[in-house]
């Protein structure tokens, strides 16, 4: 008897938990509005290896998009310039001594960083901001090519001192551009899941 | 039993489906047995559970069980997903300088080639990110062209093999000579030590074929060097060089060309399977049958069940003692219809009439010589192979090039000019080298990519005479079953990481681009010859010079083959240019014909045909000498004629199954001489009945993993060099071993599915034996205002070589899941090839039929997804959402051509690394519990879309080629654009009057067609009852 009583209480707790567990799934994953559902990851702005301010280099001196990922119209993924690009400004550019672009990290100290990982053949492993689920597939070139600016996806990125997703990079956030008849995006599923 | 039990009972007996036996897959389905009956209702009913607690912990699934564990990984466990989706952190590491020619994301494709001992083929193989990802044909290499064989292209594997060894290794012995230990050394020792017993003198090298030209130059300076002598040998090397030579002075061999040939004999030679260049002779052979009103005849006379008796229009069984009969027997039928000379005359008298010895119809075996004689300059004869290799084996050749020779074939269909002379291994050379060893002149032994302690019968002596040698090297990428038997492993690289050249047709040179630094501690061959030529200070200059092989081969071109062949073009020109189209050079077409020196008078036969049973070993198109029998693509391809997957087993005929009682799997020792083998059986329609048929390459001890335990080791049944004839004697041993076929899996119950016609039939309607049907539309239909995607697949051209399956495999992704898996039906290719058994159930004739999703525009499994994860596009694709779908299997259920595979693990979870280095990364792994399919390779056709559009041009018909119609040497797959009107596949939609979709009557609309299969054999189709073909 005492058994049946203890299994009884077990499986009504368990249920009660997955209840409240689920329900609290779902009420972070409200359809719509400016809340953003688990996974989206809207507005995820990781701590980079080098503080390396976007708002400095393209938004005060104006380097093009393209001076550094340059492959993003050649190929689906965007590249992260190679450290030998970064350098053929930075051979000269020390950063001036005491200036703090990003507050906290001293700009002669973070091209140090750089300038050291060039020299002994390493790299620098940058944290992904923007990340798609595996069965998803996006092709910049596709886009790009098409005129889509990058600031369409990415936000106002010369304005980003740290770069934060923008985008909530939701299937329906996809869908929905691809929807309007004067973009004429594709819409079979094989156009992104393969 | 009641009334209504009763009426129930008779009234679905009256509903069962009319069966059409014309076409079987298995003789359960055949004969319609309960077990077949009962296959078919359970056919998507298995559970993970079901079987297993039957196999669980017996004796006889230790391999099944194992298979699954080893194959793809270290372990099966099966990870539950984390509660919820949480961000995982990922790195990005770009490159320190970025490789100029390297676009993240963007494919490279090199030209390189691939030569496993018998075949050469020009490849390109693609590279993502500096890593080697998958292997095709090069379309403009004047050999094989578009066409890969399964093995060159599942050597990619091969690269990324766990098994591989990583650095040198150094085995120490006992006193007996058996291997103690295994220990890694460093190789500046191992040089020191290879060097000190060089200089001692007495040093052979043992090697394969060797078709590159650097290679050669190398081991001749080494040679020189060192006073060595160099020992050629492949345990499938046949007579076919040597007899050349006996019969018109040159070593090559020749040319075949089955594309200008209106009447082909092959007397056991698999020349579409596994002799010769397999893949050239695909392709001359399709050429030759394209024109259907002017197609080659193919006839033979096969004691297995090749590939290419299964592709010939008129297929007689023999046994391999009755080879030389019926060559013989051909020549004295042709005698007075071409001039011969008297002796000729009078030696092939006895042989009158032997077609009724033979056991064949003296009216059918007649016409077949007239056929030869009525296409003179325009018929071959060829005889090759393992299976050929009988005491009569050089007699069998001379009577071959003799026939050829008075039919006026050489230098037409026979080009002795566009050859390959590299083919010189021979079992001559391995008796003498073992000779040698025996008498103790040979103090260092090189042993190069050969592999004697398990291709080599044990009666030869190569083991015994192995311990009179000090010093034994070996280089070789595998500590396989000679390497623990030598003193030092020099471990070489894999092909994909060496440099070099090669000559697969006499002036037909090809490159051999590396695709990937050496990913281990590993040097090739001929780095460690020149290395040691280097440290030992002797032979030529140039052997001594360079610190790597790419410069000793760049330098042997500069200075020598370049003039042959650059044209007067400056070097670096020329060299950019070859390295760009991987090849130079011309194939000869034509030549003169040679005169024949041999002696067909003096033939005798010495085989004695009075045996019950005769031996026939034969290798298979997926194993071939078993050196690849460690890649899980491989083994799992299903074998081209029989379907069986993961074994060899004895074929035996149907009469002498029934003679012994033997059943499918009943274990049989066999006994030739006084080796004994046990063996699982395979009853094969069409084999001779005195033949037992046993594939060699499997039961590899010392391959890997995967290879362990896979079968049993038919080399030891060899004799001498010889392979086929040998007495075998045969026991029931009581036991039975599983062998799991995917031929009884996707029954298509009787449909028109297949079409064949003959010759006949073709003259009089091109669309002859097809059942077209009245259909009508209950559905809308769909719009393709863009493109709509459709393939077409000519059955006449295609000859069952499954390259297509492993390009499939390779390109998608899919799954190996290993023996027991297999047997559940849970096997996970895409496309696979059917072959149906036709006509006289003792001798039956075989047709073979791709099949891969058919993406029909009123696709069944589209209606029943509750999830709609399969879906149609607006370019008629059916697509397979997988992350969307939640594993109902319905579709599979529903799709009448069963081509949909179920996840039913996380197989990609259990790949070994560093083996996911070879999966494609434009397509993604599927996970457990989720449906996949064929996707008309959809990756390729984004891309091909996309590059239209970067060039500002339309899409061309041809710009889009799926991996399977990529790999076909046949061309006979073909994909493309049905809404534009010029494409290939469109005229065949609309025009081919051959063409048919499966099952038309269901109204399926399948974006796929076939094209009617033809027998070339002058007979006329029984027109039946029913309606159905």
Known sequence: MLTKFCSTVCAAIGLSLTVFFLSGCLFQNPDGGERVGIGYNKGYAPEQPIAFSHELHVGTHKIQCQYCHNQVERSKSSNIPSLATCMNCHQQVAGKPGQETVPGHKDSDEIKKLRDAFSDGKSIEWVRVHMLPDHVSFNHQAHVGKGVSCQTCHGEIE????????????????????RQPENKAPLNCTTCHQ | MSNTENKIQSDNENRKIERDSTYWRSFEELNNTPEFQKSLQTEFMSSPLREESKDEGSETDGVARRDFLKLMGASIALTSAAGCIRRPVQKIVPYNKQPEEVTVGVSNWYTSSYFDGQEGLGLLVKSREGRPVHISGNPKFPLNGNGASVKAQASLLGLYEPNRLQKPFRNLFNEKR?????????????????????????????????????????????KAGFNADHYVWEPLADDVVEAQASSYGEAVMPGFRYDKAQMIVSIDADFLGTWGPTMTNNKRFADGRRNIDKMSRLVSFDSTYSLTGANADIRFRIKPSQQFDVVMGLISEIVGKVSVSDAVKTAVAPYNGIADKLGISAEAFKKVAADLVKNQGESIVVAGGIQTKTKDSMALQVAVNYLNSILGNDGKTVVAGAGNKNLTASFAQIKNLIAKMNAGDVKTLIIYRSNPFYSLSADLGFAEALKKVPTVVYSNDKMDETAVNAHYVATDNHALETWGDSEFATGVYGIHQPLIRTMYDTRSFQLSLMTWAYMAKVGPKRIQ????????????????????????????????????????????????????????????????????????????VNIGDGTLANIGWLQELPDVVTKIVWDNYACVSIKTAEANKLREGDVIELTVGGNKLSLPTHI?????????????????????DVAKGIGQNAFTLAQGGLYAGLPVEFKKTGQKIELV???????????????????????????????RHHTWNIWSGHQYNGHKWGMAIDLNTCTGCSACMTACQSENNTAVVGKKYVMQGREMHWIRIDRYYTGDVENASAVFQPLMCQHCDNAPCETVCPVVATVHSSEGLNEQIYNRCVGTRYCSNNCPYKVRRFNWFNYAKLIEKPMHMALNPEVLVRARGVMEKCTFCVQRIKEGKNKAKIEERPLKDGDIKTACEAACPT??????????????VAKVFKAEPRAYELLEEWYAKPSVRYQTKIKNNDQVTPKKGGGHA
Request: net charge negative.
């Open chain 2, 545 to 620: 010079e360079f610190e790597t092989y790419y410069d000793y081969v760049r330098n042997l071109w500069k200075t020598e083959m370049a003039a042959k062949v650059a044209g007067g073009k400056d070097f670096e020109s020329f060299w950019n240019g070859f390295l760009q189209e991987g090849f130079v050079g011309e194939l000869a077409t034509t030549g003169s014909a040679r005169t024949f020196k041999g002696d067909v008078s003096s033939l005798k036969k010495s085989q004695s045909s009075d045996a019950t049973f005769e031996l026939a070993l034969y290798p298979t």
């Open chain 1, 159 to 178: 304005k980003m001192a740290k770069v934060f997703q923008h985008s909530d990079l939701s299937m329906g956030w996809c869908v929905n551009c691809h």
């Open chain 2, 178 to 222: 058996t291997n103690k230990e295994t220990v890694g050394v460093s190789w500046e020792e191992l040089d020191t030590k290879v060097v000190e017993s060089l200089q001692k003198g007495g040093v052979a090298i043992l090697s394969g074929n060797i078709s590159s030209p650097s290679t050669k130059a190398v081991i001749g300076d080494f």
């Open chain 2, 971 to 984: 061309q006979t797959i073909v994909f493309g654009d049905l809404n534009d009107e010029n494409s290939r």
């Open chain 2, 741 to 771: 076929t995917t031929q009884g899996h996707d029954s298509m119950e009787g449909r028109q599915i297949v079409v064949t016609a003959t010759n006949k039939d073709i003259q009089k309607s091109k669309d002859a034996n097809i059942h």
């Open chain 2, 684 to 704: 094969q329609p069409g084999l001779h009945d005195q033949v037992v048929a046993v594939a060699v390459g499997y039961g590899r001890t010392h391959a890997g």
